[in-house]
C-alpha cells in the first residue's frame, strides 16, 4: 500500500473488483482487482491464475494510452500490482456492448454465423441489474427508467465508437483481433461523462489474428481449457512480460 493514499472502507465487492474510498481524497477510490472468475450472473464460479494482477496492469495500459488519444477515462495511477487509484464515478447504469465480428450472444439475436466480420459496429445498451440478468434495452427504456438523458445516450454512443476505433488497431498490432467488448461509464464530480471500470480479457473476445483461438474469458465461461494462459499470453502479448 502507497503512503500517499490510505484505505478507509470497502464500499463495493462485485464479481471481480473491490472498491474502497480513501483518506483525505474524496474524489477518488482505490480499485482492487481479484482473481475471481465468475459467468452466466455469477452461477458459475472459479478463479484464475494471476487474474488481478494481469487485469490491473492492461487496464492500467490500456486507459493510459486511451487518455493520450484524449479519450477521458477515470484511471489516476497504478499503486501495486493489482490495485489502482481512480476518479469516483457516478456510475450510468448502463453496460456498453461494441461488435466488430460476430459471437456470443449476438448469435442468438441474428442469423450471423460465429466469426463473421459485421459490416458495421453495432453498438448495444444492456440495463446493469444482476436481479434481472442484465437485459438489453433500446435507448427508449434508458430514458423512460430516466437511468440516462437523450444526450447521455449519445454521448455514450460516440465515446463507445471512438474507443472501438482506437483499440481495435491496438489489438491488431499486437496479434488480437477485436472481436467485441463491454465498457461502462460514470459521471464525475463535475456531471461530465467519462470511461469506467476496466478494459481486460474478462470485458473483451479477443481471438489469435492467424489461428482465431479464443485468448479470453470465453475458454473459462465455456469450459474450453488453457484458461490461465490465455490471460497469460494476452500479458505477455501487451505487456511483454
Ligand atoms: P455477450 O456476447 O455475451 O453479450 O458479450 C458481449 C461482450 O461483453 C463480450 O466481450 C463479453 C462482455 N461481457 C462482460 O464484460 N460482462 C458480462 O456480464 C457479459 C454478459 C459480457
Ligand atoms: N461477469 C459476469 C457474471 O458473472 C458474466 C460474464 O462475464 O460472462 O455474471
New binding site residues.
Given amino acids: 500500500m502507497s503512503e500517499k493514499y490510505k484505505k478507509i472502507k470497502q464500499i463495493y465487492e462485485g464479481k471481480a473488483k473491490k472498491l474502497y474510498t480513501l483518506q483525505g481524497h474524496p474524489n477518488l477510490l482505490l480499485q482492487e482487482f481479484k482473481d475471481d472468475a465468475t ?3 455469477a452461477q458459475k464460479r472459479g478463479s484464475i491464475l494471476n487474474k488481478g494482477i494481469i487485469n490491473c496492469e492492461l487496464t492500467t495500459y490500456i486507459f493510459t494510452y486511451l487518455g493520450k488519444k484524449g479519450v477521458k477515462n477515470h484511471f489516476v495511477e497504478q499503486i501495486s500490482p493489482n490495485e489502482m487509484i481512480i476518479k469516483r464515478l457516478k456510475i450510468v447504469p448502463i ?1 456498453v ?1 461494441v ?1 466488430n465480428i460476430a ?5 442468438k439475436k441474428t442469423n450471423f454465423k460465429e466469426g463473421h466480420r459485421l459490416a458495421r459496429p453495432i453498438v ?1 445498451f ?1 440495463y446493469k441489474d444482476d436481479a434481472l440478468g ?1 437485459p ?1 434495452i433500446s435507448d427508449s427504456h434508458a430514458l423512460a427508467m430516466k437511468i440516462a438523458t437523450e444526450k447521455d445516450l449519445n454521448t455514450l454512443r460516440q465515446m463507445a465508437e471512438k474507443i472501438n476505433s482506437l483499440i481495435k488497431p491496438f489489438f491488431l498490432k499486437r496479434g488480437l483481433k477485436l ?4 465498457l461502462e461509464f460514470g459521471k464525475d464530480s463535475s456531471g461530465k461523462i467519462m470511461l469506467g471500470d476496466e478494459i481486460t480479457p ?4 479477443l481471438w489469435d489474428k492467424k489461428t482465431n483461438r479464443k485468448l ?3 475458454r473459462f465461461r465455456f469450459d474450453l481449457g488453457g484458461v490461465n494462459e490465455a490471460y497469460a499470453e494476452v500479458r505477455k502479448r501487451i505487456l511483454g512480460k
Fill in positions: 459467468a452466466f450472473n453496460e456492448v461488435r459471437a456470443g450472444s449476438l448469435l448495444e444492456y442484465d438489453m472481436v467485441d467488448f463491454k474478462d470485458t473483451c473476445r479470453d474469458k470465453d
